[in-house]
Nanobody, 120 residues
Framework: QVQLVESGGGLVQPGGSLRLSCAASGRTFSSYTMGWFRQAPGKERELVATITSGGSTYYAYSGKGRFTISRDNAKNTVYLQMNSLKSEDTAVYYC??????????????WGQGTQVTVWE
């Protein structure tokens, strides 16, 4: 199974920015569709953004205009740049991988993620 390690979360004031990183294992990382997800207490995990092996991106409504997903295949890493953060962005953020944009099988396990807290 693909191993994934998220980092970059922290405490930030409303309107601030964070850049999350997800380091992945696997020789075929460049072929994966990567995604960022988040889960707030008492809520289901939700999709934030995805990026395909070809660089095509998708953003959920909550992140449109504020978040940017990117990848560096040489480093086996996917990033999520988060700007203009709001209190409702507070959640644990996870990444995962799939073989393609139409796949429903997660290649990695859901780890600890990285905590993002937006608060004065």
């Amino acid at each position: 199974q693909v191993q994934l390690v998220e980092s970059g979360g922290g405490l930030v004031q409303p309107g601030g920015s964070l850049r999350l990183s997800c380091a992945a294992s696997g020789r075929t990382f460049s072929s994966y569709t990567m995604g960022w997800f988040r889960q707030a207490p008492g809520k289901e995990r939700e999709l934030v953004a995805t990026i395909t092996s070809g660089g095509s991106t998708y953003y959920a409504y909550s992140g449109k205009g504020r978040f940017t997903i990117s990848r560096d295949n040489a480093k086996n890493t996917v990033y999520l740049q988060m700007n203009s953060l709001k209190s409702e962005d507070t959640a644990v953020y996870y990444c995962n991988a799939r073989v393609g944009p139409m796949s429903s099988v997660d290649l990695g396990s859901w780890g600890q993620g990285t905590q993002v807290t937006v608060w004065e």
